[in-house]
Each structure stands twice: as structure tokens, then as C-alpha cells.
């Protein structure tokens, strides 16, 4: 199970660091294309990514419970190999870059929701939370070097960052063909005519389906934050890309830390909702603290306590869906992914335009939306225990 799960990581890892190194150097780049309109352009850029994973992902589920998991995942990482690519050489062209970022979204669904079915299939219930930990901690990874990565190498030009991820990309590919085993052996499969009748929505229902609104609040409030830090800082404090890309990296490792050493050895079975809500909290924190910096270093730091909170979150409310789950772990990976990406797509723009209105109000209501995601997890605890009072009568 470990080699299993340190090859999934890697992939993850690759992917997110893809996803990461845009977010210093995309600003930058639509600015130097259309400066008047570089808000929109940034979140319309971030929420059309977003917006093919959101329609795509629980097809690409469905369809990993039918065929199996690995020829999703490898289909996923090829193609988002070749998006990289494709935004590497578009020059100043707008309209190649938005082409790039809607084959990256489209294949980034298939990564993403796969491999969170994957590691459900190889763990027991008792080791998903240190599964999903390391999931976790693969994304909070590749959010560490992304911007980082991307930082350093804009300072060559700002399409190398595109270059790298893509060859990145191809690499993990390769690796992953010789390595990669498949998850679901074809007796556990479903048929073609059962993965039609399946809907991703069937997986919203009963208690979970607070913590699916939970899961998007929590990225909603993230893509709010990643579509307008850039346009803040250089406002407030003249912020650049390497700048930018230096504070997503430390928020990044420090997020990593928790996952690995705390999430991972310390979250219990039946303790994620306490975790959850401690996340919660110091998210939160970390929003309004950002209200406060007046350098980039003091926005570092305050950037690496919401770090800290999110990586409380994600996992804890990952394992929760696959331990509640009574739909397939492919179909609830692919709704849960959905609704990241539903919170990715309004997130950029909803950002985009309150950044517009004024500077701080991005920065207020992420914060007030984290206070108010505490209501829907004590709702699902509510409803989580009566079901199980009632399963245990019956």
C-alpha cells in the first residue's frame, strides 16, 4: 500500500505544482496582454479551469468504475501534460491561453477524482484519514513549489514556468506507466448500464451533503484568495511574482506539515469533525490577519497561519465522505471534486469583482464564509448521529 500511495502522491504532487506555478506569473502575463481588463482575465482564467474539472470530473468517476482507475488517471496526466504546453508557446495570444486552460481542466478532473477513488480502494476505513493525509499533503506539496517554481523561473521569461510543468508532467507519466498498478480489479467493477443510471448527485444526500457544501465553501474561500492576494499586494506593498511565489511556497510547506505530522498521526477515526472545526477557525484567522500586513513578510506569515487551518480541513473532510459514503467511491470522489471546482470557478470571480468594489472585502468574506461553514459541520454531526442511533436500533 505504500508504494501505492507514494506513487498517486507523486502524481498529485505533479499536478498541483502545474496548478501552482500560474498563479505569480498569471497576473503578470494578462497585464501584459490587457491591462485594463487583467482582474477579469485572471479569474475568468482560473474559474474556466475550474469550470471543465466541474463538468467533467464525476464522467471521468463514473467512467474509473466501469474501465478501472488507472487508465483514467495516466489519460489525465498525459493531457494535462500537454495544456502546459500549450500555454508554454501561446506568446501573447489570449485566446490560446484560455484554449490551454480549458484542456487543463478537463484533464486535471480526471487526476484529481480518480486518484482520491484510488487511494479509498486501498485503504480500510481505519487507514483512510492517514490515506487522504497523504493526499493532502501531496497537494499542499505541489501548492508549495508551484508558486515557488513558477517565482524563480518567470525571472527567465514568464511562459518558462509552462515549459517546465509540461516536461514535469511527462516525466510522472512515463514513471507512472511502469509503475502504476490498477485499484479496482474487474469483479468490483460496475457495469455500462449501471454507471448511466448513476448520477454524481446521487452522492448528495443525507448528512454528507453538508459536508459537500462544506468542502466548497472552504474552496471558494481559498479561490478567492489565490484570483486577488497578487492584484492586493501590489497595491498595498508593490508585491512581485517571485515575492508572491516565495509566500504561497511557505504556506504550502507549512500546510504539508500539518498533514503529515499531525493529520496523518494523530487524526483518529471518528475524531475528523473536531479537526475540521479547529481548521475552520484558524483559517479564519488567517484571513483577517492578511487585513492587517503592510510588507510581504508580514503577509507570509499571516498567509502560513490560514495555510495551517486549510490543512486541517481537506483531509478530514475527504476521509469523512469515504467512510459515509453509500454510493461508489469513484462517483463520491467525483461529486467531491466537482464541488471544488464549483467553488474554483465562482470563487476567481466573485473575487475578482469585490476586489474591484473594494480592497479588502475579498479578504472579509472568506473569512465570514469559514465561520459559517462551522454551521453546516455541526449540522452533519447532528444528523450524522441520529442516523447512526437509528442503524443501530434497526
Known sequence: MKSKLA???????TIFIGFGIIIPVLPELVSDVSDK???????AMLAIYSLMSFLLSPVWGGLSERIGRRPVIMTGVLGFSLSFLLFAISGDNLAIMYASRILGGLFSGAVVSCIVAYVA???TEEERTKGMAVVGMSIGLGFTFGPGFGGFLSEITLHTPFFAAAALSLIVFIAAYFKLSE??????RASKQQSKRISRWTAFQGPLKYLYVLAFFVTFSLAILEATLQLYGIKKFDVTPLQIGMMFFFCGLAGALVQGGIVRRRVKKGQEAQYIAIGLVISAAG???LLTANSWHIATVYLCVFGIGNSLIKPCVTSLITQKTTVGQGIASGLSSSMDSLGRIIGP???????GATSWLPFVVSGVLSLAALGL?????????QQVQVQAQA
Not at 481588463?37 to 479569474?43: C, E, F, R, Y
Not at 470571480?349 to 476586489?355: D, E, M, N, T, V
Request: net charge positive; hydrophobic share 55%; proline share 5%.
Open 121 to 123: 480502494d486501498i485503504t
Open 349 to 355: 470571480l466573485l473575487g475578482a469583482a469585490l476586489l
Open 37 to 43: 481588463s487583467a482582474n477579469w482575465h485572471t479569474g
Open 183 to 188: 485499484s479496482l480489479p474487474p469483479e468490483r
Open 377 to 385: 459541520l455541526a449540522q452533519f454531526r447532528r444528523l450524522d448521529r
Open 287 to 289: 484571513f483577517f490577519l
Open 7 to 13: 506513487i498517486v502522491g507523486l502524481m498529485l504532487f
